[in-house]
């Protein structure tokens, strides 16, 4: 073997060993390699509750367009707009001169018919009178026709006389039906203008808000066309909101044994509690949920018809749940895991169950965990990015 042969054996020896040096001693390695910065937080034990959230929609319980029940000039308005009515307080006044000059008129017909209606009785009374006597000669005549008195043509006179006191008393009848006829038609003319004349005062049908008036004072105002206002029914008023139909067996057990209480609140606004009233008859098959109704007393009026809200409902109390920072779960090839830190600082990743997640309002939410840590695990929050199993980390202050 030449000089320079063995040379290159010795050295290609030394890199070998070299090598395996290095191969057979991983951990020292790993030693030495820089502690990844990470922030950590307890797992914690705690009792959660079972809530529903949704986004509902403020609506009125009643809403009436008033209008007026006759054409005309629209007098004198009597509320200011945003105002609260109360039910059959006055709001409008329309021109009552019109149907007061149609009543005068219809009660000067009426004292005419029954003028009328007066002397037909007293012009009846007379021809009775009448007709009794003519009754009476005729009687007479007929008894004296009898005995040769009368000749036939003095009797057929007096008996004439008397068909002609009873034709003037069916006349007599007659006139005082017609009279009677126009005297009961006028009054019930009047009646009917006296009704009119109640609809020129607008009295509010509902209790409540009223809106803008697009109808000012001394327009024309047309018979159940016009809208003069509308009147919307805000204490109490309801919250319409939609949730999975996974839920609707929890709602539905738990209502059986108590009413559901809600939470509304709008953003930036103070929450109003209030009691769930409606369940829809189905699920919408396009969304997968189902609407819902909630009652509010809304006495402070902290909701407004038309508003979006935050809807919260309480179902029930899971007792000793393990809580973490939802962001500290990761989702793998395998499910869901979470990184966490041995009490050496080296972190591991351990598979969880989470069952769900449970956000306060004004709290960061955590997932609820159903197996795989116990209280006082220490997971990782932030920086898991670059993490592997076996990695050394620091916390972070």
């Known amino acids: 073997m030449t000089r320079l042969t063995k040379h290159a054996a010795w050295l290609l020896a030394v890199l070998i060993v070299a090598g395996c040096s290095r191969d057979s001693h991983p951990s020292a390695q790993a030693a030495g ?11 914690r034990q705690a009792d959660v509750p079972l809530e529903i959230y949704a986004i509902g929609n403020v609506e009125a319980v009643s809403s009436v367009d008033v209008k007026p029940r006759l054409t005309g000039q629209l007098l004198k308005v009597y509320f200011q707009e945003g105002q609260d009515v109360a039910r059959g307080s006055l709001m409008f006044e329309m021109d009552p001169e019109p149907l007061n000059r149609q009543i005068t008129e219809i ?14 009785v007293a012009t009846i009374a007379r021809d009775q009178a009448t007709l009794r006597n003519a009754q009476s000669v005729a009687d007479r005549g007929t008894k004296l026709a009898k005995e040769g008195i009368f000749s036939r043509e003095q ?35 009047l009646s009917a203008t006296r009704l009119q004349l109640s609809y020129t005062q607008i009295l509010a049908p509902i209790s409540g808000r009223a809106g803008a008036v697009p109808v000012k004072a001394g327009n ?27 839920a609707l067996a929890q ?37 997968g949920t189902i609407k819902l109704k909630a009652s509010f007393n809304n006495a402070a009026r902290n909701l407004w018809p038309g508003q979006f809200v935050n809807v919260q409902a309480q179902l029930s109390m899971e007792h000793d749940r393990i809580l973490i920072p939802s962001q500290t779960v990761q989702t793998g090839p ?12 080296t ?51």
Not at 226 to 234: G, M
């Open 33 to 43: 390699a820089p502690e990844i910065a990470v922030r950590t937080a307890k797992a």
């Open 107 to 120: 009660e000067a017909n009426i004292a005419r018919d029954s003028a009328n209606e007066k002397q037909a």
């Open 155 to 189: 009797s057929e006179q007096v008996n004439s006389a008397a068909e002609a006191a009873k034709a003037a008393i069916d006349a007599d009848q007659a006139a005082l039906q017609s009279a009677q006829a126009a005297l009961n038609a006028d009054q019930a003319r």
């Open 220 to 246: 024309i105002a047309k018979e159940n066309e016009t809208t003069l206002v509308t009147l919307l029914q805000i204490s109490p008023v309801y919250v319409t909101f939609s949730v999975p139909e996974n």
């Open 251 to 287: 709602i539905r057990e738990f209502t059986k044994h108590q009413p559901l209480s809600v939470t509304a609140a709008p953003a930036n606004g103070a929450a109003s509690t209030g009691v769930l009233r409606f369940i829809d008859s189905a699920v919408d098959a396009t969304t």
């Open 334 to 345: 395998n499910g869901k895991y979470v990184w966490l830190m041995q009490p050496d600082h």
């Open 347 to 397: 972190v591991t990743m351990r598979p969880v169950e989470v069952l769900r997640n449970f956000n306060q309002p004004g709290s960061p939410e955590l997932a609820v965990i159903g197996g795989g840590l116990q209280a006082g695990d220490d997971v990782v929050v932030e920086g898991q990015s670059r993490l592997m199993p076996g990695a050394r980390v620091h916390v972070m202050a």
